[in-house]
């Protein structure tokens, strides 16, 4: 390509160099800003540059007026449906029907993009189909419950996880966590590393166990005693402590009492640290997901737990998930059982006549209660809940593995309050077929935001953190690559910005508008390894604006990286009509 002259005017052909220097050091002085700067109120000088560029820091939410859900059906056999189009569905906000202005089918293949790269000399390099990159599409965290798992428990969920790896699509990545936060292996798609990993899956419980406790209160028993006033519970506990602790004599009826009613309050306590515990590193979990590009997904293993008081931290989680748009799925580790009356083998209850009864009636139904948590997990996100079934790997194959057939449908909430008030969502089919519909369940409305540049800042930062395609403006994706030694490389990222269809705003003989470009460049692990914003500031004469309409704007960005394989993520959005767009690429760097 030509080299223009130097000119005012030749940025206007190609944009070079400016993501190599500081802010203080460009060709076009402007004040450093992580927004876009305001719209001039009077006209520029006559001398001011007609376009300049400043990088500002990285502001790394797809704009909630256009809502995406994505959808896997499946019928009474669990087979995924594959052939249904946009006029089978039906969409609710609210329980107010929606029209779906967006529809597309996708399969494990969809988000396979070739490697777009050019030369030093600005040639491109021609793609084929040895170097096409997969881009990681699905990112999954397998979560063990290891301070709620029994060991016999754990044992049977390892094996059986150790045999899901080869459903895993090229375009998955899994990493391993577990809720005691004592071993996590960071994503990757090394199905042997991931079967290694699992070795680490073990019981660890938080409390020191007493053996024969004296009294015996079950954290199901403690729950009814101190937050439900259960006074049959309390009655049960108390005569447990006056068999065991006084040989069931009755003048120690209160001293037994009071015994019950601190092992209570102590069984409660450690219950509810083990289960506050667990809450914050699925937190953790839903934090590091929320940083992924593409769909996410948490398979949490456990045999689930009571709530007791601790029904608000558990909302807050399935909140936190809709809001990151990530879905649970929930496998109950205890696999196909049958209720456990005679309770814990190796350390076998030692209960009266008195109290026999009631006691195993509460661990019984301490059983049948511990799965609330998973249900509402799984169906408050739109995940599955996997339960009573002996066949745990083919249960974690079908969590982990990538429906071969999934809709997207896109609708604009009409009217929409922008109040942050949650909206429930349901999709239905027209044809009223009895099929299994998994999607989200809902999404909240934005706030209002008084300063136009947070809301670009969030627009931005969903917009990258996605890999949905938005097509507002007209924008080309390409990447070059300049190898420095065998260790270091400079990889620059070209946007090339078709003018014609940007809006401008005229002011003083000029046309006004800024465009900020955001990039960010991703391993092949779907980690963030770099990025950054640039700005571009028009302020154009009509002699260069028609020149553009024909030749486009072209800015480049660059980075320093290591060899290997990157995803890059691309946002471009302008100021005056407030459009976007986002393309995705990828570069491999030999070593």
Known sequence: MRRPAASAACLSFFL?????????????PAKSSSAPAPAPTAAPPANAPEMATHDTAPTFKVRVNLVLVRVVVRDEHGKIIGNLRKE?????DNRKPQAISTFAVETPASHTVPVTTISDSGEPVAATATNAVVIPQRFIILLFDDLHLAMDDAVNVRTAAARIFDAMMPSDRISISTTSGQFAQDFTGDGD????????????????????PCPDVSYYQADLIENKNDTQALAVAAED?????????????????????????????QGDNQSSYGYRHLEDALRRLSSMPGQRTIVFISPGFILSTLYIEGSEII??????????????????????????????????????????????????????????FAYGTGGTFFHNRNDLDVALREAIAAPPVSYVLGFSPQNLKLNGSFHTLKVALASKNKFDIQARRGYYAPRTLKDPAETAKQEIQEAVFSQEELNDLPVNLQTQFFKKNDTDARLAVLAHVDVKSIPFRKDGGRNNNELTLATAIFDQNGNFVTGGEKILEMKLFDATLEKLAHSGITVKSSFDVKPGTYLVRLVVRDAQGQEMAARNGAVVIPY
């Not at 089978?88 to 609710?92: K, S, T, V």
């Not at 990993?197 to 020191?208: H, P």
Request: hydrophobic share 40%; net charge neutral; with cysteine.
């Open 319 to 376: 909140d936190r998930a809709a809001r990151s748009n990530v879905m649970i799925d929930t496998l109950d580790a205890r696999g196909l059982y049958a209720p456990d009356v005679g309770g814990d083998i190796a350390n076998p209850p030692r209960d009266s006549f008195r109290t026999a009864g009631p006691k195993t009636a509460y661990r019984v139904a301490a059983q049948s209660a511990q799965q609330d948590i998973l249900r509402d």
């Open 193 to 212: 590393l991931l079967r290694r990993s699992l070795n680490n899956i073990i019981s660890r419980d938080l409390n020191t166990r007493e053996i024969n």
């Open 241 to 269: 402590a006056l068999q065991c602790a006084y040989n069931g004599d009755p003048q120690y009826a209160a001293a037994a009492q009071g015994l019950a009613q601190a092992a209570a309050a102590r069984a409660l306590s």
């Open 16 to 28: 070079l160099s400016c993501a190599t220097r500081p802010a203080a050091a460009q060709d076009s």
């Open 88 to 92: 089978d569905f039906l969409l609710y």
